[in-house]
């Protein structure tokens, strides 16, 4: 039986290795993003056109998320609207989205404003045609009236000088028609007035016909797809990037969004949300910063857990053993912590919050070293399947943002893996300003109190004459 279990170690080995290997990788291979979280706010306050009010700002907000549910890079976003300014910048503060998109207060006025300034010249040709029919019409209002005051006076005289001639004064009769003859050349003025009234008339129905017509076809245009103006037109959307929530999925929904918006015809603004220092380079320092932790907690607790292990064949002696464990492991983590914010800071030249970074690893790796510690102490050399499994179960979701995993391990084991917690923590600090005592330095106090009690309790761990 020996014999044969000496063939089968090695098989059941790599199958076991292999297995693990799978389960550490396959997050990363069956990752697709999804629920993306994305606010939209429009400011836009509308505005009045010769159609009827219109408000372009929900056109566009509209046009976006059906763009971005569409597409075949951002096909699993999850829209927020919001409805003011001060509920989006709570939520942007509590770090819930990694973009958000406002359309500002005049969008639609600008638009419009754009829209109708080629209509001046038209309004212009309107008001010239609407000036020349009024003065046709002042000016054959005043012909016709010198023409009938005209006409009144020859009527007259010509009454007066045959009243005359039937009373035999001939010198009367004479005099009364010069005076009619003089009228009637004024009235004859006044009828050449009234032609050339009426041609300026014409004139002025003919200019107002035109310039109705011209303004009406430019009205009808600066009404229908206010949307396809050019940028330098338009009051620009703002796109506001929270690097900080997660530099690489922030720089991913960047490049898909702009190119959205841009073939939208919107010209756009970024702002950038606890932006990423230049010097921290793609955002990936919080992962390498948590894999020096975890080495180095596992390989310190591995050598404290083997050297300085209690002697289990007896109950004496166990409690100082567990107190000199627990001293080395909480001094070698503090000598840890500012290891690594010394290498990164000085020797690789990355400019770290120093004191932050040195205190949160430590305490990670604090509580790594006892979780180690304990199960070794408990289960000998099988306990190395603590700080194994932790890394197979907690490599993807510490690497990987929570839209990106799969459903198992969102479910499963994002709430409680201690990498997650390390990695977070570490983001918080590098890239939102928080401090080394952070939420996530308080799950990982939770995660040290639970070494401390498994360390603890092998005082009363049964003898084993073996050991």
């Known amino acids: 039986m020996k014999k044969m279990k000496k063939w089968f170690i090695p098989i059941i080995a790599s199958v076991t290795a ?25 400011l836009d306050e509308g505005a009045n056109t010769a159609a009827g009010s219109l408000n372009a700002g929900n056109m566009v907000v509209e046009k976006i998320m059906d763009a971005g549910s569409s597409s075949g890079e951002v096909s699993k976003v999850e829209w927020t609207r919001f409805t003011n300014e001060a509920d989006l910048q709570k939520a942007l503060d509590n770090n819930d989205f990694y973009v958000a998109i406002i359309v500002p207060r005049d969008f639609t006025a600008s638009l419009v404003a754009a829209k109708t300034g080629g209509l001046l ?12 029919l009024n003065e046709g019409a002042t000016a ?11 006409s009144d006076k020859v009527s007259s005289f010509i009454d007066t000088a045959v009243a005359a001639l039937k009373n035999g004064d001939v010198k009367a009769a004479t005099q009364a028609i010069g005076a009619a003859k003089v009228t009637s050349s004024a009235t004859n003025d006044g009828l050449s007035k009234l032609e050339t009234a009426s041609g300026t008339l014409a004139g002025g129905v003919s200019k107002l016909a035109e310039g109705a017509k011209s303004f009406s076809d ?5 009404n229908t797809n ?49 932006a990423i220092p230049s010097d921290m380079g793609t955002g990936m320092l919080q992962v390498i910063l948590m894999i020096l932790t975890y080495i180095s907690a596992y390989a310190t607790a591995a050598v404290i857990a083997s050297k300085l292990k209690p002697d289990f064949s007896i109950r004496k002696g ?11 492991s909480a001094g070698l983590a503090l000598g840890i912590g500012f290891s690594v914010a010394f290498i990164v800071h000085t020797v690789v030249g990355i400019g770290i919050p120093f004191i932050d970074i040195a205190l949160f690893v430590a305490i ?34 510490a690497d990987l943002p929570y839209e990106f995993l799969p459903n198992a391990w969102q479910n499963l084991l994002y709430p409680w893996t201690p990498l997650r917690f390390i990695t977070e923590g570490l983001r918080g600090i590098l ?7 952070n939420s996530s330095s308080q799950a990982l106090a939770i995660v040290v109190l639970i070494g401390l009690v498994g360390l603890c309790t092998t005082i009363v761990k049964p003898i084993r004459k073996s050991e």
């Open 318 to 328: 166990r409690i100082k053993s567990i107190s000199i464990q627990l001293l080395y």
């Open 218 to 222: 430019g009205a009808s245009k600066s």
């Open 121 to 132: 010249d038209k309004v212009g040709e309107l008001v010239g045609g609407i000036s020349k």
């Open 364 to 397: 990670a790796s604090f509580a790594f070293q006892l979780l180690v510690i304990s199960a070794i102490d408990w289960l000998g050399i099988a306990g190395m399947i603590v700080p194994v499994g932790l890394l197979v179960f907690g490599m993807g979701v």
């Open 226 to 274: 206010l949307l396809t103006l050019s940028a330098d037109t338009k009051s620009a959307v703002k796109l506001i990037i929270n690097q900080g929530k997660n530099p690489t999925v922030a720089s991913s929904l960047e490049t898909t969004l702009i190119k959205m918006v841009g073939s939208s015809g919107l010209s756009y603004d970024i702002e950038y949300l606890n």
């Open 431 to 437: 890239y939102l300003g928080e401090g080394f005592w």
């Open 18 to 42: 292999l297995c693990l290997g799978m389960l550490l990788v396959y997050p990363m291979l069956k990752m697709a993003p999804h629920d993306i979280p994305i606010a939209v706010l429009s």
């Open 140 to 150: 054959l209002s005043g012909g016709l009236s010198s023409v009938k005051a005209g």
